[in-house]
Structures are given as C-alpha cells and as structure tokens.
C-alpha cells in the first residue's frame, strides 16, 4: 500500500473525503469469524476502507441484501492446460469469481525455459485477474526425455525476487529432495535466501518420507487422494489443497478428511481445468460448490478458498473483506447451493455480471514464444517401428486415468520386421519427435485401448516435455499430421487417409492460442465429436488428454519419451521386442 | 534453515543417519488438526526431523506417554517490566513453558533510545529464549513530557531490516494516525518497504475509527476489555490478543467472546509480568491456564498460545510439533487443568525441569545503559507546591487501576502559598523531576487515595518517559529519596524520617537490574510489606506499580508530567490552583 493509498483510505474511514463507490446493504462473508453480518463497504483507490462509515461515495450501489464474499484463490494451476494465454485466462475464470491465481508455468517452461517464464509473467501483468506465478522447480521433469530446456537453481534466483513470484513450483522430484540432489537443494536453499514460498507434489508418499520431504521446507501439497493421506499431511504441517480439474478431481474423495478442527490448513485449487470445463461449471469455483453441496459449510468453505490461501502464500492485501485489503469481491444471491457470483469486482471495479466478463483483459503479444519448432529431418521413415520378434510390449491405456498398464502381444510384421496394423485388434502405433533441440530424435511403440479405427492423432501437447506425439494406424496419415504440427508451429491435428479432418492452433510455444475460452471450447468439442465418430476413438477416453500423457515418464507404468518406451516402475528404458 | 541442517533432517527422516534425541511415547498435541496422536519425535541439530522413523538415536528419553505441547510464544511483552535483564527474564519464563516473545522494548528506548534497542538486541541473543523485538514507535508517547529519546521513522529503519526485529511496537498513538501525522505516516510506511509488521493499541477503539486505524496497516491489538470489542476487532481483520499481566487481566473479561470460529485469530500476551506473579502464576502459561480452566478446550488454547502467534507473525520455523520445526516443547502430564511445563526444551536441549530452569542464561554487560541519570540542580527547593489559592486540583487514584480522577479540595497553606500536609487527609505531594536531558524541570501536585501516612517513595519507573516520580509528606524524605536514585543510577526506595527503610537498585537503565527473579520477587515482597507497614500505604494498592504510572498522560484523568499537571481529558496542561 502506498502512502497516498493509506492516507486516502484513513480520509474516507475518517469521513474527511468521498469514497470512490460504497456497496450498500451487504451481507458481508466474515472469514475470520465464520459469521455474517449486514453493513455498507466504502471503496477508495480499490481497496476496502470502511464500514457504515457514514461518508459520501462518487458512485452508489444498492446490493439489496447480497451476499459479499472476497474474491476467490486458486491457490494453485497451470494456465497453459486452459488452452488460453493469460489475458484470455482472466477473461474465462474472472466472471466465475477467481480474482488471484498462484499459477505454475511449468508447461511453457518445458518448452522455451526463460522466455516462457518470462512471457508468463508480462502477459499477466496489467489484467483483472491477480497472477502470481511459482519459478518451475522441475524443468525438466525426468532426465529421460529431452524437453526445450533445463532450469537450474541460478536460473530461478533471477525471477524468484519479483514480487510477483511467489517461490518455487512443485517439487515433483521427491526422490531428488530425500535423496538430496545437490541441484534440487539448491533450489530448496532458495526458500531461505528469499523468505520465499516452495509447493508440494507428492502424491501417496506418507511416514518418514513424507517427513524427510517436509524437513526439507516443503509445505503445500495438491496430490492428496485419501482423507487418510489429507490428514496425516495436515498432521505434519502441509496446507493441502482439494483439487478440482478437469481430469483429476479429488473435491469429493477428500470432503470426509475435512473438518472444522484442519480447514485452517485446506485450499482449494484447479491445478488443470478446460474451457469447456470453466464455461460449463465453473473454475475455482465449482470446487468450492461441489464441497458446499456435499455437506461443507458454505462460510467455511469460503474461507478455505479465501483467507486460506491468503494466509499459505502471504498475500496479506487479499483473502477476507476487512479494512485496508483490496477490494475484490463476489456479489452473490446464495451460498448454500454454490458459488455463481452475480457480480465480480476486482480492485473495486465491476469486472463481470451474470457469469459474463464486462471488462475484457487485452490480448499481449506472445513473440518470442510463437512457434518454438526445431524439428530435425523429420520424415515418414522416422515412424518405423520394426522389432527382431513378434512378442512385444504394448502401453495399455486405462480409461479416466493417466496411470497406463504393461501390456504385452503378438504382432504380424513384414519380413524386414516392420509392425502391420492389424484391423481386428485395438493396438496403434505412438510415436513421441523431439522438437525443441533439433537432434531428430524419433521413437515409436504400440499401444492399446484408444479404439481409434483408422487415421492420426497428433499434438504438441505432450507432457511435461511437449514433444510431438501422434497416434495412428498408418504412417502416412502420422506423417501428415506431423508435418502439419511443424508447419503451423504447434496445435492439435487430426488426419484420415491424407486429408486434414481438424486444426487446433496453439501457435504460443505449441501450448496455448490467443484465442478467446469460447472459441478454444467450441473447438476442442467439435475435434473430441469428429475424433469419436470419425476416426472412433473410444468415447471411454478424451482423445487429446489421454494422448497427451503418453509421454509423461514420472507416471506408472509404460510411457513412451523421444529417447524411447520406458518402464516408470523400474525407472528404465526397455525394448519394444519381448 | 541452512543447508547442512536441512540434510541433515533429511537423512534422519530416511533413517540414514541418527537423531541426536529420540523422545518415545509422546502424545503430540496436534495444532493443524486439533487433535492429538502417539508418536516417537526424532530431533537433529535442534529441530524436528521425523516421527516414527525406525532410525536411530544418540540419546533416548522415554515420555511415558506424556502430552508434548510447542513451546509457547508470548505475542506481546515489555521485558523492562519484570525489572529482569533479558537473560534473567529469560530464566524465570523457560521454566514455565515461554520459549519465544515478541518484545516492544519501549521502556528501556524512552530512557536510552537507540542504545537502549541495542542493549535489548544484544542482550537477548544467546539466551535460551528467543526474543524478537519491535521497533518501539511511539517514544516518547506524547509531546506533554520529556523522555530520554525521541525516536523517528530514521531511527527504526537502521533497525527494522535485522531478522530479528519483527515490525514496529504496539502504535499507541491512535489520534497520529487517523490523523495522518506525517511522521506516524513515515513509520507505518516501513511496513511495506521491509515487509514487517505494525502493532496495535487501540483501546476502546471501534466503528469507523477502528476502520481508519486498521486500514493503516495495524493489524494487532492487545488492548482489548470487552468481548463485543474483541469481536469487531477480529471481524475486521485484527488479531487479538488476551492479555493476562500482573496489572492488566484480560483473559476472564474476554473470554466469552472466544469461540472455535474466530479463534484462529487470537493469541495470548502478558505484556506486563513481574518475577512474583511469574514464579507464583506463571508466565504466559498463566493466562492459557486460567482460558482452560474457564472451558476453552486445552488444545484450542495451546493452538492460540502457538500456531496462532508464529502465523500472526510469520514465524514459520515454530508454533508446532512437525518435521523441519525448531525443536522447541514442552513434556506436560496434564493439560486439562493448566498449562505446568515438567520439562521444557529448547532447540533440542532439555532447558527446565519441574517449573526450574536447568540451564541458565549467562548475563549481558549492561555498560552502556547502565545508570543514565542526568539530572541537573536538584534541590529541596525543586519539591516547592506553591499555590495562590487553597482551591486545587487533586489527582485521585482509583484502587486496581491506572485511570486516576479528577478531583479537587482545599488545602492548609503557609502565607508564601506553600503546601502544608494535613495529618487528618490522605493527600499527599506528588512530583517528577526530568531525569534524562539535565533540563532541571521538576513539577508538583497533589494526589489522594495513597494511604501513607508519613515519608516518602520514589521510583525511576514512570512510564513511558521514566523520568524520577516521588510522593510523600514532608520534603526532606522526598529530598532524600529523590537524591538516593541520582547517587544509584535509578530504582526504587522509601525513606522515613531521614533514613533509608529499603531500596532496590535498577542499574539498567533505572528500570531493570542483573538480579535473578528470586531476588526481584522477594526484594520486592519485602518492600512492599515495609510501605504498607511502615509507611501506612493503602493496601488497596500496589505501592510502586501505582506510582509508577502516575506520570503516563495517555491514560485519564489527571496525570504529572515533569513540566506540569496535565488534563488527559482535554489534552492539555492544568494549574494546580482553581
């Protein structure tokens, strides 16, 4: 706050000056007392200055009984899964009533490293939405792929002192922490260095492990499955967050573990969410009203997704509705049965009405992180998959998860031993390209349960190195699709016997578009129905998630990097040939 | 927490190295949860590695299932008002479970400034106890009276930025900032600049004045004497602290306005505690003691003692018992009935056992702060109440408080106009003689409700400016008395009939000695038993502690200030005569 704010604020509680607005007839959400209660807020400089203070206000509005309560904290997301860039981000999650985000721009990290980080942090720079971003502390994630680059300790010291950056992002690398990596304590050491921030991943670890991991200064986690694991991280000192995406959701299975004696210790957050997802539930908030209509206390579940996380990351300006914090907040008709603001404010402006942004974000240019291609001597020979015997390991999918299963079967192969498609079983052929280095790099294996029929799938969105990875059951359409991803600098393609059915364009780093939420939405639904009736894909599956984890080597069992198919559980590489 | 310390926990946890203490079958009171669970806790280069680790340990104690709580941080304390130098305060709170205090060093500041601060600083490094301190941020309290030192924003910026300095002290001058004196407005700044905190004293403050005061950036108030106000004071967003010292109790009062909802944002203080009431009560064990002992829950209690202090203040490395935490507990049988430490450890090293320190703080040398009297001319002549009408003004003490009323009589005078005590009233003269800058001020009045019935009393602790106070009946003890603490460098003594009856000598500073607490208390005991029998003092009142805050003009109604009589009421100076 500065000195001109704090004295205009102290004029207007004094009544010696005009508040810029005052909201009257208000139940304020009191999320330090878990209470209610009935007042005027007055407005000055954007943030909160008083109560029934009497003044006057330039501007006047009547909330005629509505309930106000702070804007929300997505205590933790990846703005890159949205699809969208920041500006476009805000423009989604704003109207839903998520004013701050602490987001973790590992994705584009993984890609273009610096730039991206760099790219993060101005494109959300002058938005409505609060971004607070977490220096990546993973990039890349396994030395077992090659990603667009290499994040070191020294790399995060030149942004982690922003005030924006709140520290450093989830520390995927347990076995790095308790094995005491000399570069991931480095970039512990950082915490202290900086009085700064280091978030958690760490799903099912539990006991001395889980304590050699919080020893370490490690004190958020958004991995949690269990009540039983919720509340032995809560036990130790962990803030937990419940996470509600579009693919992991654990709101509901870990509602059981909360109540009112650990909330002060519980988050919510995204981690990933869609914009179909946003458009159609909501963002933060859905988790928030999934909690409150299974049985979580509306205020209380407020509070978690408020002073909570304002007190996890100390962005002490934020968090409750009280004197001196900005003055983002919600405006609602009911809590009881979920959180859909009428109106969002942010820094006491009116931002969106009705679920419907008033007050668009502007779109920033994305230039340095347009494209990022490098594909080496890419071509149609670089998907040959050819194997010395017809016993080979398949990547089974499971369906609703990223978790794949070992597979294993019997191939028809050409005499030189190249695989033939076999049209009565459901094995296709992945292939991951390097994409960042140049090093042409290509690997190829099979794999079962995508149910696709006949054609390509193929994207840049590959995690956590977001190499290309495509799917089919020929090499011509893999090829195409291929060179459709190099031609236009990264998306999502989809081909059928040489003709292109679909294009999802992510021309930022191959991640994300600078296309608005209902756009990429109605996009991404006509891809997902051309990709299950055209191409039929399995309808058990989402075509372009599940492919898109494929590559993900911290992940049981079978995945397949640029460098090969590897075995997560033995943490080696093995051979497509049993 | 260093490098080697934080692999070291890790390899503990992993089992990979030895603990250098295990405590086996404890019953961990569990702050995040609210709960308690049975466990082992594996400690390492002072702090808490692990739980249940399996692995060993260089030494065993066996808790045979006692409760181990985190040791206790006291949230706001004045040290001077113990009479104890920071090790010997140190000694006599450990043992009764303070293992941590936030202390306003602003006693010692109004006499010594600056190196006052540093004497604080220095002087409670290598002790057991941790002390942070606060910037003091209203010295002297008010313009009405001349302290040893006026410290400005300059001053606390050389300060603030040592880690551990925590903010400024207790902002007890309310009318500066919501009436946005520029160099109240120059100190709460420092806030943002070096991201510290601002305490609060806002007593009886509400409504939108309250609103301007917080909205300042204040966010603290120990001050608190209702539970309606302690109420409003959390709903907007202060943390409130219950206050159980030996002058001011606040814990019963506000009790009822306690509840599991807004508990997360209270804490306890003592803020003025002395060796007798810590060695027959408690420390700050004492105030949480009497909140179970009136039905808060005992977790609940211990949580505001603990958790709830180091979140007020970002004391992260504290406040629980969880992995990668300072090694700072206590061994209790019982916590049902009040908080009695049988043993205390610090960073790992058993401190206290049985409520008696085993380990004891090796002094300081006071040298720089030692003694500071600068008193000029002083005479018999200076006691002079000289009046031109037998209608005066009298200060009226009010037994069990600090607000004095104003009252006013005819008094026997000689033909100059000259005071002449009268046997058959209890008034008696008061006067304060400047003892910092050799101004040679000294002022007189008349006081009622004293008790004594014949010599004098005198102390160099007379807050906040601590200038030298005396009453009596005849100016020839108050003479002698006054001249007693010039030859010793301050304290506390009573003559009658020109002999000395007792003194006790505070050679820091006039306000505190290198004695132990046992010595405080029973000098003390000893003295106030010879002014309530010797000298006839009220036993309604606490001889010394009365006194000494005669001479605060921030507290109603009539004060003596070294330059006058002053009105607190109207702020302004008085004559003695009407």
């Known amino acids: 706050m500065d000195k001109k704010i704090r004295e205009d604020l102290i004029d207007v509680a004094m009544g010696r000056a005009d508040a810029d607005l005052v909201i009257r007839n208000v139940n304020v959400i009191d999320v330090y007392s878990q209470s209610i209660f009935n007042t005027d807020v007055y407005i000055k400089d954007g943030m909160i200055a008083s109560f029934k203070s009497g003044g006057k206000a330039l501007k006047e509005i009547d909330a005629e009984g509505m309930y106000m309560a702070p804007g929300l904290i997505d205590a933790h997301c990846h703005i890159e899964s949205s699809h969208l860039s920041p500006p476009e981000y805000s423009n989604a999650v704003v109207p839903m009533g998520t004013t701050t985000v602490i987001a973790d721009p590992h994705e584009i990290c993984n890609v273009t490293g610096l730039d991206g980080f760099e790219y993060m942090l101005r494109a959300s720079e ?26 070191l300790a020294e790399d995060a010291e030149k942004y982690i002192r922003d005030e924006r950056v709140l520290g450093l992002g989830e520390m995927m690398n347990y076995p790095g922490v308790v094995n005491k990596d000399k570069e991931v304590m480095a970039k512990l050491a950082l915490k202290e260095k900086w009085n700064k921030h280091i978030d958690g991943h ?11 991991y919080i020893s370490s200064g490690i004190n958020t986690d958004h991995e949690c499955e269990t009540p039983e694991e919720l509340r032995e991280k809560v036990s130790k000192g962990m803030y937990v967050m419940l996470r509600e995406g579009t693919a992991c959701k654990n709101v509901l299975p870990l509602l059981p573990g909360v109540d009112e004696k650990n909330a002060r210790r519980i988050l919510f957050c995204t981690d990933d ?56 907040f919600l405006l609602l008709k009911d809590i009881k049965n ?96 390097e994409r960042h280095h140049g090093t042409g790099n290509a690997s190829t294996a099979l ?11 193929a994207t840049t969105i590959a995690h956590d190195s977001h190499n290309i990875i495509v799917i089919g059951d020929n ?11 190099i031609d236009i600098g990264g998306g999502i393609t989809m ?84």
Chains 1, 2 share one sequence.
């Not at 760490?202 to 050699?212: K, W």
């Not at 409150?292 to 968090?319: K, Q, V």
């Not at 979920?338 to 008033?358: D, H, M, N």
């Not at 309808?539 to 997560?568: E, Q």
Request: charged share 25%; net charge negative; with cysteine.
């Open 475 to 485: 090499d011509d359409d893999m090829m195409f699709a291929v060179e459709k991803l």
């Open 126 to 151: 002058n938005i409505p939405l609060s971004v607070f971003l977490m220096f990546p502390s993973c990039v890349p994630a396994t030395p077992f792929e090659h990603s667009g680059a290499t994040l």
């Open 338 to 433: 979920g959180i859909y603001p009428e109106k969002v404010f942010i820094k006491g402006e009116l931002v969106a009405e009705g679920q419907k942004i008033s007050t668009r974000a502007k779109g920033y240019d994305s230039g340095k992180v347009t494209g990022r291609m490098n594909v080496k001597d890419f071509s149609r020979q670089k998907l040959s998959y050819k194997v010395p015997s017809d016993h080979v390991r398949i990547i089974g999918i499971t369906p609703g998860g990223v978790v794949t299963s070992k597979k294993e079967g019997y191939i028809k192969r050409e005499k030189d031993g190249e695989w033939v498609h076999d049209k009565e079983k459901d094995v296709l052929k992945l292939a991951v390209i």
């Open 495 to 578: 081909f059928k016997d040489g003709k292109e059915l679909m294009t999802h364009t992510l021309e930022i780093a191959g991640l994300m578009t600078n296309d608005t939420a209902d756009e990429v939405a109605k996009t991404l639904e006509k891809m997902h129905e051309i990709a299950y009736s055209e191409l039929g894909v399995s309808r058990a599956i989402d075509p372009f998630m599940t492919l898109s984890f494929m590559a993900l080597p911290v992940i049981p069992s079978y995945k397949l990097t640029d460098v090969g198919l590897f075995d997560v559980d033995t943490f080696s590489f093995v051979e497509n040939a049993l």
């Open 447 to 457: 794999i079962e349960g995508y149910g696709m029929k006949h054609g390509a799938v």
């Open 202 to 212: 760490a799903p099912s670890v539990s006991g001395s492990g889980l304590d050699g």
């Open 273 to 328: 969410r869609q914009p179909g997802s946003i458009r159609d539930e909501g963002a933060l908030n859905y988790g928030v009203t999934l909690a409150i209509r299974n049985g979580l206390d509306p205020i209380l579940a407020i509070t978690m997704a408020t002073l909570n996380a304002s007190e996890c990351y100390h962005l002490e300006d934020r968090g409750a509705i009280s004197p001196g914090k900005r003055a983002d």
